[in-house]
């Protein structure tokens, strides 16, 4: 079962992007008390967490991205966003939503969404 990302795209430097990332229907009870993130993955990198939502406010951003960068949850639709302000060419990578159960801490991964931004 994959989550399932959009909103990826082509954008210049110092332009925004909004990455949404939706629960599929076969595993909505999972989103509840879950914890749900974004990760991304430059060429030539490993995969690193870029920022991730507890589930009720608490949130936590890596620090290339902070102050840039907002991540939501929407618990009625069960779906996360990643707001991307001010974007760098550094930014460029594949993004992948992430969600961890609670309680077996069974992980989910979106199928990944490319970003890039031009300088």
């Known amino acids: 079962v994959q989550l399932q990302a959009s909103g990826g795209g082509l954008v210049q430097a110092g332009g925004s992007l909004r990455l949404s990332c939706a629960t599929p229907t076969t595993i909505l009870s999972v989103f509840t008390g879950s914890t749900m993130g974004w990760y991304r993955q430059a060429p030539g990198k490993e995969r690193e967490l870029v920022a991730e939502?507890?589930?009720?406010?608490?949130?936590i951003y890596a620090d290339p991205v902070k102050g840039r960068f907002t991540i939501s949850r929407d618990n009625a639709r069960k779906t996360v966003h990643l707001q991307m302000n001010s974007l760098k060419p550094e930014d460029t990578a594949v993004y992948y939503c992430?969600?961890?159960?609670?309680?077996?801490?069974?992980?989910?991964w979106g199928q990944g969404t490319q970003v890039t931004v031009s300088s």
């Open positions: 992430h969600l961890i159960r609670s309680g077996d801490l069974t992980q989910y």
């Open positions: 939502v507890i589930s009720g406010t608490e949130t």
